[in-house]
């Protein structure tokens, strides 16, 4: 392809809203361009790249047998109503109403669509396990889209999804997908960091997330040390997080030695560190009290503490029911910070926040600052596991200006539950192998999902199995973003020059620059150029009349792996000489000619069979 | 691809709504489903066909020289407002608002999107001619969808735009656009008829449809009768041809012999029917005088009969502004009937429609029935060039109860202008060569027009020429449906089985059947099969437990070009055979087994070159 007939505008200068590497370059490299804000338009030498990253997706969805589909991108309403989701997804979905006035929706992910079709094709056990996907243009009415096609509106992602039987059969086609996932990656040259997001010392593995360190990252990782040494696999999400439990080594001895508590006067005392000032003592020693206000909590509550007025709705089969909202006192170790996704997760609520003054002041019968836990009988309390080894403690003392000292967990006070609901953080310890953990920023790349019932049995999806039985199919769901995974890919690739592609996702694999595209300088670049593409080879021939510093600044800008610079003097010389360089050197050689092109296809061979291995 | 494993639902049923052909075979074959009124999906099989259409719209587009670039499908409604088709498009363009109140489109075509990212990166003459094409996502809110994804309100186009500095440079690639259109439905195996969207007669060629005939196209074709034989090839949508004109042979004699025009009573009698039973003669004596309102005029009516009034909106450079309406007195032979499209263009109006009841009385001082062109001061007189050869004729009198008679064009009544705004008929002449025409019910699957200056100029794009002045742009656009593009290859390749693909886009080349999968059979399967998939065919292999008949019905129905039967009985004789059927045949044959690799692969490749020369 002829540099001169294609549309590849680069520039020097960037937007001002471009703050990321890969936003910046992918503008000035002429990838993409912003039509408005978060919707973009792949220019051709983008969407070179963007084909081949979808290309490696396909084929490793298709090599672990799961099926191309495409539904439409427009969706009606109904299904979303079937499922809850029209209510459930608020302002991100984005909605449209058709001259009818019937709603319909532009799909952000497509669970409804896929589900709805199979429900009506699916009858028998024989059909299962069943995993479709589509690889789609998706929509998502994000409130602030930034970073360029890192968080667009509009976007194009792989979303795949499965059907089974049986957990076993689920979990054979996730663990397949994980593995696709990491081909997947690995090709593109992207180097992921796999988390789960659940617990992982909980033994589950129902969702992992395929994260890319990254600055501007909106994920926190938990990291194990001694992954870097590939002894502990450990990786999480902050807010699934877990941390081996340091508890106190001096067990029940030391709780046996403790006096009883005591009340103590700590007049204007609210915060752990005046508390600490004030008994000159560290956080640790302390045991925090919170209020929470829990929504769409799905605990059975009839027997908790404070809670006899409660009303659950819509009790239904197998389920306690939903509370529309409950209180609860939450107590964890002085040092420690709550995780409020863990602990909604405990609570199997839809959402927790701090209570308001007004309702701590009326359910603790004190001001904001001196709730604790011993006497507490107005709300159920939920304690981390950090505070059941606490056994000499300093708690508030549900009255203003007041403190309990020498409080022990288990004599001077019960929990209702005891969870692990703490945020953790650098320098706690690995759940798996007890080494110190650390942090980094992530995006994430893809999810994979064990989705069980929740949509089969919303949107009654059955089929007959071997006895002749209706039975509900469980569900998986897989996701990749594609513009992103691209975008990411130049984050982990590029130098202050420019992007540079892995042989395996570049829009060319060579660049060929003529000092002057004419007589013998024609004809050797001609002739190197066919050879190379007969092999596959893609070159891009920069055929401008430009001087050779402008073509080199926009090869080094557009990243393209191999450049071949031909002059007249190279070719003067008793043996012909091209100068080759790789993107990724410093330094270019002289080759012969007659050697130019074998050793070329040799190298991007080799290259991409490294990617694809 | 192991059928078992594949997502294959045949129906024997079709829904009530599928009406023709390939709206039935979709959805019997599995290709299909609905997901809402006018929105399908696409299952596996559907869109293996699908990707192989596109494919071939995309090769072809690339070997002109057309960029593929991927804008947003959600476009800012401010680039419709630019080029004025927001007020413009109605109520089929999808509006949307998405959370902060902005207004944004689902993008029916991208004539905006693509003028303004090219506007932002053409600085210079060097950079022209461009062109750029998507294949994407479109979508237009009919208000009745039908026929399947023939007319679905969500489709896939592929639509190119090029930029241009002069005339011959767009009518280069407007040529070669032409070209690849018809490569591309030869290599689809479509027959498809090239229709000159204005009129041929004209010389110009700035519209070309290419239409399948279908008993359920919404264009009516006119076309030449010499065709079949190669001699003329006039071809035209009815909304724009034309005909020879059949001017009376007396000539100017004849009217030199009429006599003067007098008035006769004519009680009760207002058509042409009751006229030509009153005056016992035939339709073709008679002017036909209608009175029609137009809607955003162009003409310049300052001097027009009867439009002293009006007053022309935003007149512009070089243009005489825009009239909001007017009125137009329309005569032809009695005969002809006026085609209201050539009437609008000969008008420059958006819309005619005809005149009320009461603007007729009002404008012709006469009852509905009367009107005629003699001595109408009240309404500027558009005649059809037929009526200028007329000798003797009878008109409305523009009084009740009254007709002329005796009258001559030209001596009694002049007109405003004469134009060409007969709808032309089956039997009306060529005017190319005069011989007869016929028409045919067709559907368009693509379109090539040439867009001139209207999205340049609204939108302001420019460039600077060799002279370093500042120069418009001049452009084309080129669309094809690829949804109706694959229904419209099943409704001229099927037979009362199912679909007979074309191995161009056939979902899979080869369907092969053992009649038990197992032994000695799966061993000869296994082996022909990893000989054709080596040499690049695709091959399905039915290997589900179903009775022979389930398995033949189902591969008829799905179209596979090669069926290739296994059996017990073929293996026993003293030369192993299998049974190899043509799809388009109705006959099968016995073919060695050693041979019926290297046989199918000789012939498929055979055909497949056929369709790609």
Same mark, same amino acid.
């Given at each position: 392809?002829?540099?001169?007939?294609?549309?590849?505008?680069?520039?020097?200068?960037?937007?001002?809203?471009?703050?990321?590497?890969?936003?910046?370059?992918?503008?000035?490299?002429?990838?993409?361009?912003?039509?408005?804000?978060?919707?973009?338009?792949?220019?051709?030498?983008?969407?070179?790249?963007?084909?081949?990253?979808?290309?490696?997706?396909?084929?490793?969805?298709?090599?672990?047998?799961?099926?191309?589909?495409?539904?439409?991108?427009?969706?009606?309403?109904?299904?979303?109503?079937?499922?809850?989701?029209?209510?459930?997804?608020?302002?991100?979905?984005?909605? *449209?109403?058709?001259?009818?006035?019937?709603?319909?929706?532009?799909?952000?992910?497509?669970?409804?669509?896929?589900?709805?079709?199979?429900?009506?094709?699916?009858?028998?056990?024989?059909?299962?396990?069943?995993?479709?996907?589509?690889?789609?243009?998706?929509?998502?009415?994000?409130?602030?889209?930034?970073?360029?096609?890192?968080?667009?509106?509009?976007?194009?992602?792989?979303?795949?999804?499965?059907?089974?039987?049986?957990?076993?059969?689920?979990?054979?086609?996730?663990?397949?997908?994980?593995?696709?996932?990491?081909?997947?990656?690995?090709?593109?040259?992207?180097?992921?960091?796999?988390?789960?997001?659940?617990?992982?010392?909980?033994?589950?593995?129902?969702?992992?997330?395929?994260?890319?360190?990254?600055?501007?990252?909106?994920?926190?990782?938990?990291?194990?040390?001694?992954?870097?040494?590939?002894?502990?696999?450990?990786?999480?999400?902050?807010?699934?997080?877990?941390?081996?439990?340091?508890?106190?080594?001096?067990?029940?001895?030391?709780?046996?030695?403790?006096?009883?508590?005591?009340?103590?006067?700590?007049?204007?005392?609210?915060?752990?560190?005046?508390?600490?000032?004030?008994?000159?003592?560290?956080?640790?020693?302390?045991?925090?009290?919170?209020?929470?206000?829990?929504?769409?909590?799905?605990?059975?509550?009839?027997?908790?503490?404070?809670?006899?007025?409660?009303?659950?709705?819509?009790?239904?089969?197998?389920?306690?029911?939903?509370?529309?909202?409950?209180?609860?006192? *939450?107590?964890?170790?002085?040092?420690?910070?709550?995780? &409020?996704?863990?602990?909604?997760?405990?609570?199997?609520?839809?959402?927790?926040?701090?209570?308001?003054?007004?309702?701590?002041?009326?359910?603790?019968?004190?001001?904001?600052?001196?709730?604790?836990?011993?006497?507490?009988?107005?709300?159920?309390?939920?304690?981390?596991?950090?505070?059941?080894?606490?056994?000499?403690?300093?708690?508030?003392?549900?009255?203003?200006?007041?403190?309990?000292?020498?409080?022990?967990?288990?004599?001077?006070?019960?929990?209702?539950?005891?969870?692990?609901?703490?945020?953790?953080?650098?320098?706690?310890?690995?759940?798996?192998?007890?080494?110190?953990?650390?942090?980094?920023?992530?995006?994430?790349?893809?999810?994979?999902?064990?989705?069980?019932?929740?949509?089969?049995?919303?949107?009654?999806?059955?089929?007959?199995?071997?006895?002749?039985?209706?039975?509900?199919?469980?569900? @998986?769901?897989?996701?990749?973003?594609?513009?992103?995974?691209?975008?990411?890919?130049?984050?982990?690739?590029?130098?202050?020059?420019?992007?540079?592609?892995?042989?395996?996702?570049?829009?060319?694999?060579?660049?060929?620059?003529?000092?002057?595209?004419? @007589?013998?300088?024609?004809?050797?670049?001609?002739?190197?150029?066919?050879?190379?593409?007969?092999? @596959?080879? &893609?070159?891009?021939?920069?055929?401008?009349?430009?001087?050779?510093?402008?073509?080199?600044?926009?090869?080094?800008?557009?990243?393209?792996?191999?450049?071949?610079?031909?002059?007249?003097?190279?070719?003067?010389?008793?043996?012909?000489?091209?100068?080759?360089?790789?993107?990724?050197?410093?330094?270019?050689?002289?080759?012969?000619?007659?050697?130019?092109?074998?050793?070329?296809?040799?190298?991007?061979?080799?290259?991409?069979?490294?990617?694809?291995?």
């Amino acid at each position: 392809m002829n540099y001169s007939h294609q549309f590849i505008p680069t520039l020097r200068e960037v937007p001002a809203d471009a703050v990321i590497v890969s936003h910046r370059l992918m503008f000035r490299a002429g990838l993409v361009r912003k039509l408005a804000n978060g919707l973009f338009g792949y220019l051709p030498l983008g969407l070179r790249t963007f084909r081949k990253v979808e290309q490696i997706v396909r084929e490793e969805m298709n090599a672990i047998g799961a099926l191309e589909m495409k539904p439409p991108v427009i969706q009606p309403a109904e299904l979303w109503k079937e499922s809850g989701r029209w209510d459930a997804m608020g302002e991100s979905l984005l909605r *449209v109403k058709n001259r009818l006035d019937n709603d319909f929706i532009v799909t952000p992910t497509a669970e409804e669509a896929f589900t709805a079709i199979v429900r009506d094709e699916l009858s028998s056990y024989r059909q299962l396990p069943l995993a479709l996907y589509q690889i789609n243009t998706k929509y998502r009415d994000e409130i602030r889209p930034r970073y360029g096609v890192m968080r667009g509106r509009e976007f194009t992602m792989k979303d795949a999804y499965s059907w089974h039987a049986n957990e076993e059969s689920l979990d054979n086609t996730y663990q397949a997908m994980g593995r696709a996932y990491r081909r997947i990656f690995k090709r593109c040259g992207l180097s992921v960091i796999p988390v789960k997001a659940d617990s992982g010392a909980m033994g589950g593995s129902g969702s992992e997330e395929f994260m890319v360190e990254s600055d501007i990252g909106d994920n926190t990782l938990i990291l194990c040390n001694s992954q870097t040494q590939g002894l502990c696999e450990y990786a999480a999400n902050v807010e699934k997080a877990a941390c081996k439990a340091d508890f106190s080594c001096d067990g029940d001895n030391a709780a046996a030695n403790t006096p009883n508590y005591e009340k103590i006067d700590t007049p204007n005392v609210r915060t752990i560190e005046e508390l600490c000032a004030f008994l000159k003592t560290e956080p640790k020693t302390f045991i925090k009290t919170l209020i929470y206000r829990a929504v769409n909590v799905e605990l059975d509550l009839s027997s908790a503490p404070g809670c006899g007025d409660l009303k659950a709705n819509k009790p239904s089969q197998g389920s306690p029911g939903v509370y529309a909202h409950a209180f609860f006192a *939450v107590a964890i170790r002085g040092d420690l910070d709550v995780n &409020e996704v863990k602990l909604a997760a405990a609570l199997k609520a839809s959402e927790v926040t701090l209570a308001s003054d007004l309702d701590v002041q009326r359910l603790t019968n004190a001001p904001v600052g001196f709730a604790g836990p011993v006497g507490l009988q107005t709300l159920p309390l939920i304690i981390d596991q950090s505070v059941t080894a606490m056994t000499n403690a300093v708690t508030g003392a549900l009255a203003k200006d007041a403190h309990y000292k020498h409080v022990v967990y288990g004599r001077d006070f019960e929990a209702w539950k005891i969870e692990d609901i703490r945020t953790v953080k650098a320098g706690d310890l690995c759940p798996l192998c007890g080494c110190e953990l650390y942090t980094k920023m992530g995006n994430e790349l893809g999810h994979i999902f064990k989705l069980g019932y929740k949509y089969t049995n919303s949107m009654n999806v059955s089929y007959l199995d071997e006895n002749g039985k209706t039975q509900i199919p469980t569900m @998986g769901c897989y996701g990749i973003g594609v513009d992103r995974t691209m975008a990411s890919v130049i984050e982990e690739h590029h130098d202050e020059t420019g992007i540079i592609w892995p042989v395996s996702v570049a829009p060319y694999h060579v660049i060929v620059i003529p000092i002057k595209y004419d @007589g013998v300088v024609k004809e050797v670049a001609d002739k190197l150029i066919n050879e190379l593409t007969a092999s @596959g080879i &893609e070159v891009l021939l920069d055929d401008r009349s430009e001087r050779p510093g402008v073509k080199f600044n926009d090869a080094d800008l557009i990243g393209i792996p191999y450049r071949v610079v031909i002059g007249d003097k190279g070719l003067g010389l008793v043996t012909a000489q091209v100068e080759v360089k790789n993107r990724k050197e410093k330094e270019s050689c002289m080759v012969d000619v007659d050697k130019a092109a074998k050793e070329l296809i040799q190298k991007i061979q080799e290259e991409l069979k490294i990617y694809n291995s």
